[in-house]
């Protein structure tokens, strides 16, 4: 039996540099979790924006142009009736959009023929930089099991966005997007689920889901709710 170590005053383990050391003031992070760690130093990354944040931030909204680019042309060519074909033509020139993988991997809404906007890009641009700068900024990322999860949640906003503007033009929410999203979110929610040793993790994310899946079935039901 070994003797439990005495606790220090207020401040002095953060100084020390003793892992598990927890002060008062400290409260867990709403996000992770985890106990809250003394980091009263003269540098908190908890508290403020450091370098390794500023790159972080900076990065991801770079993420969020790219993705919000995509995002437009996504939009624009599956914003159509439930079973209708995805758009294939231009709407001012009716020029026939490139076929395959090179008529879906294109930045912006500008028809590749007239180089006019079929969508209004800026607005996806935008929201995507906004949102993924966003979540980098306020979402923890010490940890893996964070990082893990910040990533997803990039992949949430990413997915909201191309939902969004479908949404938006034709009032529905195509169910190949939502599963394609799920199928890329679930089994990053598990794995951080196992790095951060905590099973409630993908419990609570997995009710979650069953909460908004069950919300959206109520509202297909109704004839409002996702389309085909
Ligand atoms: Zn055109």
Same mark, same amino acid.
């Given at each position: 039996?070994?003797?439990?170590p005495a606790?220090?005053?207020?401040?002095?383990?953060?100084?020390?540099?003793?892992?598990?050391?927890? +002060?008062?003031? /400290? $409260?867990?992070?709403?996000?992770? =979790?985890? &106990?809250g760690i003394? #980091?009263? @130093?003269?540098?908190? *990354?908890?508290?403020?924006?450091?370098?390794?944040?500023?790159?972080?931030?900076?990065?991801?909204?770079?993420?969020?142009?790219?993705?919000?680019?995509?995002?437009?042309?996504?939009?624009?060519?599956?914003?159509?009736?439930?079973?209708?074909?995805?758009?294939?033509? +231009?709407?001012? /020139? $009716?020029?026939?959009?490139?076929? =395959?993988? &090179?008529?879906?991997? #294109?930045? @912006?809404?500008?028809? *590749?023929?007239?180089?006019?906007?079929?969508?209004?890009?800026?607005?996806?641009?935008?929201?995507?930089?906004?949102?993924?700068?966003?979540?980098?900024?306020?979402?923890?990322?010490?940890?893996?099991?964070?990082?893990?999860?910040?990533?997803?949640?990039?992949?949430?906003?990413?997915?909201?966005?191309?939902?969004?503007?479908?949404?938006?033009?034709?009032?529905?929410?195509?169910?190949?997007?939502?599963?394609?999203?799920?199928?890329?979110?679930?089994?990053?929610?598990?794995?951080?689920?196992?790095?951060?040793?905590?099973?409630?993790?993908?419990?609570?994310?997995g009710l979650?889901?069953?909460?908004?899946?069950?919300?959206?079935?109520?509202?297909?039901?109704?004839?409002?709710?996702?389309?085909?």
């Amino acid at each position: 039996m070994g003797r439990r170590p005495a606790p220090l005053p207020l401040g002095l383990a953060a100084r020390s540099g003793e892992r598990g050391a927890v +002060c008062r003031p /400290c $409260r867990p992070h709403p996000a992770s =979790g985890a &106990r809250g760690i003394s #980091r009263s @130093g003269p540098w908190n *990354p908890r508290n403020s924006i450091g370098a390794v944040r500023i790159v972080l931030v900076g990065g991801c909204a770079g993420v969020g142009a790219l993705a919000g680019a995509w995002a437009a042309w996504l939009a624009f060519r599956l914003a159509v009736p439930p079973d209708a074909a995805p758009v294939s033509r +231009c709407p001012h /020139c $009716r020029e026939a959009l490139p076929a =395959g993988w &090179r008529g879906w991997l #294109r930045l @912006g809404g500008r028809c *590749p023929a007239c180089r006019r906007l079929t969508v209004r890009s800026w607005a996806y641009v935008a929201a995507a930089t906004a949102g993924f700068a966003a979540l980098a900024w306020r979402l923890p990322a010490d940890r893996p099991a964070e990082v893990v999860l910040l990533i997803a949640w990039l992949l949430v906003a990413g997915a909201g966005t191309v939902l969004a503007g479908i949404d938006v033009a034709v009032h529905r929410l195509p169910r190949p997007i939502l599963a394609a999203a799920a199928a890329a979110i679930g089994p990053l929610v598990a794995t951080a689920s196992v790095c951060a040793h905590d099973p409630g993790l993908l419990l609570r994310a997995g009710l979650t889901a069953a909460a908004f899946g069950g919300g959206y079935l109520i509202l297909a039901r109704a004839g409002t709710g996702p389309g085909h």
